[in-house]
C-alpha cells in the first residue's frame, strides 16, 4: 500500500446559516426529513448527516414497530436535494456471526463496500450483529465513499427487508430504487515510483464510472502528458460497483479531485473552490481516502444532535480549522470515511 504524507488545508464548507464550522470542516451538516412508507414495520427518525473531504456519513434511529423482534434487517435511503433530485444513496444493516448478510438481497457488495463500522441501541453498546428487539430503538451508522457539492436536503427510505426473530419476512422495494457507485476494491496506486516522481501535486478532473464498473479519467485540469497519462494508467485499474437506476446499471461521470504528497493550504482551497465554480454539482470523489479512528467517527456521527436541518448553498465559507494527518491510506471493507 501507498502512503504519503500530506496536509489537508482550509476546506469548503456548506452548512445551515449560523451554525457553528468545527474542525471537522464540515460540507454538509444537519439533520433531514425522511420519508417512508406507513406500511414499513422500521419507523426511521432523527437522520443526521454530515459530508467532509473524507466522505459521507451519519447516524439513524430505527424503531421496530413490530410485536416481534427483528433478526437481521436491510434498508437503503436515498438522499435527495432540496428540488427533490437524487444524489447519492446509503445502507444500514446488520450481519450474522460470519460476518454476511443472511437476506436474499441485491447488491450485497455495495452493501459491504459501504459498510459503516458498528451498530449501537440505546444502552451505547453493540456491534454489527445486534438484533432489535420488539417495540424498542437502535441507533445505527452509515457511511457513503463520496464527499457531497450538493447537499441533502431530505430522505426517502427505497427498500426494507426484515427477518423476524419466527424466521418470517417482510419485503419492500421501491419500483424506482437507485443505488450509487463505490469502490469495490482497495483503490491503490501501484507505480509507487512514478507516484513519487510528480510528489507532491493537488489536481481534480471528471471521473467516468461504466455500466460495468470500470473507471475512465475523462477530463484532467491543468496536467502535462505525461502525468495524465500516468493518472489514467492507474485509475483504469480500479474497479467500481455501478449504480443502478430503476433496476438497470447505468454509467456516471463525476468529479474528482486527486492529492499526492504535502499540499499547501492554498492549493487545497483552491482545487476545492475550482471545482465548485466550474459548476459541479452532487457527489465528488476524493483520493485517498483519509487515515481516520472509525470508533470515533461512528460515536460523532451517532450522537451529533444538530439543531439545524441541511440546507444547500450556492456559497461556500472557510473553516478556520486546517487538519494534519501524518499518513494517506486507500479505503479499505469495512471503514467509514470521515476526518478523525
Not at 470542516?25 to 420519508?35: D, I, K, Q, T, W
Not at 501535486?201 to 495524465?228: K, P, Y
Not at 474497479?239 to 487545497?268: N, Y
Not at 482545487?271 to 472509525?294: E, H, I, T
Request: contains cysteine.
Amino acid at each position: 500500500m501507498v502512503r504519503f504524507a500530506f496536509l489537508i488545508g482550509v476546506l469548503l464548507v456548506v452548512i445551515s446559516p449560523g451554525q457553528a464550522q468545527d474542525e471537522f470542516g464540515y460540507f454538509c451538516n444537519g439533520l433531514l426529513p425522511v420519508e417512508v412508507s406507513a406500511d414499513i414495520p422500521l419507523d426511521f427518525q432523527k437522520i443526521y448527516f454530515d459530508s467532509t473531504l473524507a466522505g459521507s456519513g451519519g447516524g439513524v434511529t430505527l424503531i421496530n414497530k413490530s410485536d416481534k423482534g427483528v433478526q437481521y434487517y436491510v434498508a437503503i435511503m436515498e438522499f435527495a436535494d432540496e428540488k427533490g433530485n437524487w444524489l447519492i444513496s446509503a445502507p444500514v444493516y446488520n450481519l450474522d456471526k460470519k460476518d454476511q448478510i443472511p437476506l436474499d438481497v441485491p447488491f450485497k457488495p455495495w452493501l459491504l463496500w459501504n459498510r459503516p463500522g458498528v451498530v449501537l441501541p440505546p444502552s451505547g453498546t453493540g456491534s454489527l450483529l445486534s438484533p432489535i428487539a420488539a417495540r424498542s430503538s437502535s441507533r445505527v451508522a452509515f457511511a457513503n465513499v463520496f464527499v457531497m457539492l450538493t447537499c441533502p436536503a431530505s430522505v426517502q427510505v427505497a427498500m426494507v427487508h426484515v427477518r423476524y426473530d419466527d424466521g418470517t419476512e417482510f419485503k419492500y422495494v421501491s419500483p424506482h430504487l437507485r443505488v450509487s457507485p463505490t469502490p469495490s476494491q482497495s483503490m491503490e496506486i501501484t507505480d509507487v515510483e512514478t507516484a513519487q516522481r510528480w510528489s507532491p501535486i493537488a489536481i481534480s478532473g471528471t471521473i467516468q464510472i461504466g455500466a460495468e464498473g470500470q473507471a475512465r479519467i475523462i477530463e484532467l485540469n491543468a496536467a502535462s502528458g505525461e502525468f495524465s497519462r500516468w493518472l489514467k494508467k492507474e485509475f483504469a485499474k480500479w474497479k467500481f460497483t455501478p449504480r443502478w437506476v430503476d433496476g438497470q446499471p447505468t454509467s456516471v461521470q463525476l468529479p474528482f479531485v486527486f492529492f499526492l504528497g504535502d499540499v499547501s493550504e492554498q492549493e487545497s482551497l483552491a482545487l476545492a473552490a475550482s471545482v465548485k465554480r466550474k459548476g459541479a454539482q452532487g457527489p465528488m470523489l476524493v483520493w485517498p481516502s483519509f487515515p481516520l479512528n472509525v470508533s470515533a467517527v461512528v460515536n460523532r456521527r451517532l450522537h451529533s444532535q444538530p439543531p439545524l436541518i441541511v440546507t444547500p448553498s450556492d456559497e461556500c465559507r472557510r473553516s478556520s480549522k486546517r487538519s494534519e494527518l501524518p499518513s494517506q491510506r486507500r479505503r479499505s471493507e469495512g471503514s467509514t470515511s470521515a476526518l478523525p
